[in-house]
């Protein structure tokens, strides 16, 4: 967890269980938003904002049924110095918050689907070791709720959504993931099931849920009356998924990619893609060098990738290699003299230190093709060693034998 | 203030002074994040991301100073069924929270300037006439923090921003305002002074204040030992500015446009842009013309235009034409059987009614001329507006007089 710290991801705060998400951090969350954001809207997925408060009566509504978040809700007391008539809740997820709304915004089957998300922060005051992004009292996140007229779309949809998260993992964050469903302890309060998509962290063998897709079946209709008519005029409660993927994901995939050098940031995650070091000595800059390396970062933003020039000469090419890999940007481009001559640079993938030629003209081209090889390599070889990790087990005593071994069971 | 729920931009909640904002608000909103998104990276700021909580202590250290936002801090002093051993205050603003981190960051010039954006809630018990948008518990802004080695950086900073801010109401929300700086009383407590722009709304002449750009000097680096090291090794003081622009920004627009009919939105900051309504009797669809229509609105939306087809038969095109009216979707499409016949439409502006055809080819071309046409009719109709409400005034007897006659003074 210091490591987090050092490659300048997380501050820590003087309120236990709150961090800081610096640029580096909060840039792979936009990219996620981006990802995700960009896939529900084609679903017919709309975003709104929600209060981050709850009123105690509505939230004792679900309590009472639910036996839900109880123990880790914050309650806002007092604004001022007045006391408030009656404690007010801060969102731990926005069931409560958003069906009393869809209560009012349904009534027909033509209504429906209403599909609404919204990206928030929640709270929920967790008392066990706080961890960076992993277990947080403030979390960032987004949350989908849903209403159909029938179980089978809903479904549907809940089993889409665990596609969309696997995705997320696979695609963006080279993580590989398990999708499963929730043992019937583990599932969301009110649910008829949780589909999940799980990760192995390698250096323990735990399973870590990275986003999870509840199918909430009509639980939450029946309690806020969430009612339409259907085609014959007929009175019918509506079905209802909500789903979420949080910063967590951040913490899962530093933890999966991490090495003795410090972070390993997934290349089309990340918020700085290239860095292009120029090697001169320290304290004696060269103009022409250093112009052309600005000139092809600007090419490479130009084209979409996220690259930057540190012509810096406070300090020496060897201390930047060193801080950039530990900071986990992906792939560092050398410029030195004998490059410039060559009108040519060095690439260097912080993965697996693999060290590659480009033409200056060719530089898109094969930075687009670097990052795309990163992102197999480096799901490759989380894949592999999550499966080292992996056992089928067959009785207790087995399972006992396995955990002590740090692996996981199926 | 009724306006703004039956449009379907709001919703109210059950806790007093806040709201829901539905889609086609947050759709604006969503419109302004992208706008201001892109300027200020280009400016070199980067964003992440802070906790909603402060600590007592921390937001003591300014309140003592500077007498800010005491009487509206929410506090936190329970989790669960537990007593906090120490209240904790929501974020009001987060200058307290941010700059304990900006001490650790900075240390040499070199680190300097550091431009640090954030997206995030605040939250203000306002107990003064909640109203939608314009003055609420809880809101969702951006907030920059930025330090700079030298005060002119800082002060062209500031002013570019201010810029930036009026280039929000006047590119996307065709909204007149006045650039300012606020008078001593109003200025942000600590800060040397504040710009601001401002608004007029016309049904009162009040003036509003839709966005501000605070100059802070050294008040905040002295009280959070921000230093840094100059060229010359010497200690020196950080100098800073803060700057945020809030949803308050969607109940402006709302203000300035609204007629009787009900929002006009503008166009370029429309969740929605573009409806297409196919002109059939009730309960006749036709099967041809409605499939064009969402071809047509697939059209729109792969050149960039956010359009879509109503095709519903449930209700006549009539009841249809009001209700996107009272909405606000800035441009009507229409496809009857002769416009079918003839391969066109008839479009119809929100703002004037004014009617045009266009031929099915050159819809993408005519759709993207008639939202600059129309967000510039808007601009110019409320500057109108608003020119005819200021005044300049010389004397007390005068000022007493314009302000009953609703006008605003300069």
């Known amino acids: 967890?210091?490591?987090?710290?050092?490659?300048?991801?997380?501050?820590?705060?003087?309120?236990?269980?709150?961090?800081?998400?610096?640029?580096?951090?909060?840039?792979?969350?936009?990219?996620?938003?981006?990802?995700?954001?960009?896939?529900?809207?084609?679903?017919?997925?709309?975003?709104?904002?929600?209060?981050?408060?709850?009123?105690?009566?509505?939230?004792?509504?679900?309590?009472?049924?639910?036996?839900?978040?109880?123990?880790?809700?914050?309650?806002?007391?007092?604004?001022?110095?007045?006391?408030?008539?009656?404690?007010?809740?801060?969102?731990?997820?926005s069931e409560t918050i958003i069906y009393p709304a869809f209560k009012n915004w349904i009534s027909g089957h033509r209504d429906l689907p209403m599909k609404v998300n919204q990206w928030c922060n929640v709270v929920r005051w967790e008392f066990s070791h706080p961890y960076p992004f992993i277990r947080t009292r403030e979390f960032l996140w987004q949350e989908g709720h849903t209403a159909f007229s029938n179980q089978p779309e809903a479904e549907k949809e809940c089993h889409e959504i665990m596609e969309l998260y696997a995705s997320v993992y696979e695609d963006l964050l080279?993580?590989?993931?398990?999708?499963?469903?929730?043992?019937?302890?583990?599932?969301?309060?009110?649910?008829?099931?949780?589909?999940?998509v799980e990760c192995i962290v390698p250096t323990n063998g735990r399973s870590i849920q990275a986003a999870t897709s509840h199918h909430l079946g009509q639980t939450f209709s029946k309690l806020f009356d969430i009612e339409f008519e259907d085609e014959s005029n007929k009175k019918q409660l509506a079905w209802q998924n909500s789903w979420g993927l949080s910063t967590r994901s951040i913490g899962v995939t530093v933890m999966t990619h991490g090495d003795n050098k410090g972070v390993v940031i997934p290349p089309r995650a990340a918020q700085k893609q290239v860095v292009i070091?120029?090697?001169?000595?320290?304290?004696?800059?060269?103009?022409?060098?250093?112009?052309?390396?600005?000139?092809?970062?600007?090419?490479?933003?130009?084209?979409?990738?996220?690259?930057?020039?540190?012509?810096?000469?406070?300090?020496?090419?060897?201390?930047?290699?060193?801080?950039?890999?530990?900071?986990?940007?992906?792939?560092?481009?050398?410029?030195?003299?004998?490059?410039?001559?060559?009108?040519?640079?060095?690439?260097?993938?912080?993965?697996?230190?693999?060290?590659?030629?480009?033409?200056?003209?060719?530089?898109?081209?094969t930075i687009k093709k670097t990052i795309d090889e990163m992102h197999n390599c480096m799901y490759q070889k989380a894949l592999a060693a999550r499966d080292a990790h992996v056992v089928k087990i067959n009785s207790w005593n087995e399972f006992l034998d396995q955990l002590d071994n740090r692996n996981a069971c199926l």
Chains 1, 2 share one sequence.
């Open 1 to 93: 967890s210091q490591i987090v710290v050092q490659s300048g991801l997380i501050e820590y705060y003087d309120i236990s269980g709150c961090y800081i998400l610096r640029p580096p951090a909060y840039g792979i969350w936009e990219n996620i938003q981006q990802f995700i954001d960009a896939r529900i809207k084609r679903m017919g997925v709309e975003n709104a904002y929600f209060p981050c408060f709850v009123s105690q009566a509505t939230l004792k509504k679900e309590e009472d049924e639910l036996n839900g978040f109880t123990p880790e809700v914050a309650w806002v007391t007092k604004s001022g110095q007045t006391d408030l008539q009656e404690p007010i809740a801060l969102r731990p997820t």
């Open 174 to 196: 080279a993580v590989p993931v398990i999708r499963g469903k929730k043992s019937k302890g583990e599932t969301f309060p009110g649910a008829y099931y949780s589909l999940t």
């Open 277 to 365: 070091i120029t090697l001169h000595h320290k304290g004696s800059p060269n103009d022409e060098m250093d112009t052309k390396a600005v000139e092809l970062s600007q090419l490479l933003l130009d084209n979409g990738i996220r690259a930057f020039a540190d012509t810096n000469d406070m300090h020496k090419p060897g201390w930047k290699f060193s801080e950039y890999e530990m900071r986990g940007i992906p792939i560092r481009i050398e410029l030195g003299p004998r490059d410039y001559d060559g009108k040519k640079v060095v690439i260097v993938r912080r993965d697996n230190g693999a060290k590659t030629e480009s033409s200056w003209d060719n530089l898109v081209e």
